[in-house]
């Protein structure tokens, strides 16, 4: 006599671009064209013992990837009361930890990511994550331990994934978009680039590379802005949403912001 199966429960969790559910621990994504390329490189940081990213376990029945579940907590958004002053040098120091780590592979023939790297700025190019965010870093007690979702990892120098955290953690806003996101008043100009010292100085960021800061993450605001502008205009319904819902007309005023503000920037990192 068969045995009843036993009944696992499935939990939707967050996802922009893939569908992404929970079940037990387990997370089972929808298989995209980058996946091998993901796959390669999270064996790749098991092998080598990095322990802040999910585990590669395989493909399930219905073609999904198969991923360990990281338990912890993620956030939507940065502020003083989700993302602490104090933890963001924890936050540099895993963003260097996998750098580190990632410096020598090499994508297996055959192989490719979602996109080529899409940057101007001068450096030996590794697999930068792309998306480093409070949405994609995993906290537990309080401290960062894992980065996860890698749909968007690609080429580009180091510098490329510490401006895309130091804008998504410190976070850069325009002032009047602080409040809808969560602050109960805009910081000032020093408390914004105190933030941004703190994860640049965690990473060890050097001090030719600070001296010309704030322009990587100017360009690297835009080029979001930019890239999310196309692929709506290619017809993508998720980066057509963004766009109409206003959340690039936010990323564009971030790099205004930025511009603006480039020498305070510059001098504070220095």
């Given amino acids: 006599m068969n045995q009843p199966v036993p009944h696992r429960h499935v939990e939707p969790l967050a996802g922009l671009v893939s569908t992404v559910v929970r079940i037990g621990d387990e997370v089972r994504r929808e298989m995209r064209l980058a996946s091998p390329a993901v796959h390669a490189l999270l064996v790749h940081l098991e092998r080598a013992g990095f322990e802040g990213a999910p585990r590669f376990l395989g493909i399930d029945e219905q073609g999904r990837e198969r991923l360990t579940f990281v338990p912890g907590q993620t956030y939507d958004r940065a502020t003083p009361e989700t993302i602490p002053d104090a933890v963001l040098p924890a936050v540099g120091r895993l963003i260097r930890r996998y750098h580190d780590v990632v410096a020598n592979f090499t994508l297996p023939d055959g192989l490719r990511w979602h996109a080529e790297a899409e940057t101007t700025v001068s450096g030996h190019a590794i697999v930068?994550?792309?998306?480093?965010?409070?949405?994609?870093?995993?906290?537990?007690?309080?401290?960062?331990?894992?980065?996860?979702?890698?749909?968007?990892?690609?080429?580009?120098?180091?510098?490329?994934?510490?401006?895309?955290?130091?804008?998504?953690?410190?976070?850069?806003?325009?002032?009047?978009?602080?409040?809808?996101?969560?602050?109960?008043?805009?910081?000032?100009?020093?408390?914004?680039?105190?933030?941004?010292?703190?994860?640049?100085?965690?990473?060890?960021?050097?001090?030719?590379?600070?001296?010309?800061?704030?322009?990587?993450?100017?360009?690297?605001?835009?080029?979001?802005?930019?890239?999310?502008?196309?692929?709506?205009?290619?017809?993508?319904?998720?980066?057509?949403?963004?766009?109409?819902?206003?959340?690039?007309?936010?990323?564009?005023?971030?790099?205004?912001?930025?511009?603006?503000?480039?020498?305070?920037?510059?001098?504070?990192?220095?």
């Fill in 128 to 270: 930068c994550h792309n998306d480093i965010s409070p949405r994609n870093i995993v906290f537990r007690d309080g401290q960062p331990v894992a980065l996860i979702d890698w749909d968007m990892a690609h080429l580009a120098p180091p510098l490329w994934d510490v401006a895309h955290a130091v804008w998504q953690f410190s976070p850069v806003l325009a002032d009047p978009d602080y409040l809808a996101s969560g602050w109960t008043q805009a910081p000032s100009l020093a408390s914004q680039v105190r933030r941004m010292r703190l994860l640049v100085d965690g990473y060890g960021v050097g001090k030719a590379e600070r001296a010309g800061f704030a322009k990587v993450l100017a360009l690297r605001i835009r080029a979001t802005a930019t890239g999310i502008r196309r692929l709506a205009n290619e017809g993508h319904p998720v980066f057509d949403r963004l766009v109409t819902e206003g959340v690039v007309d936010q990323i564009e005023r971030s790099h205004y912001w930025t511009v603006a503000h480039q020498d305070e920037i510059n001098a504070a990192l220095l």
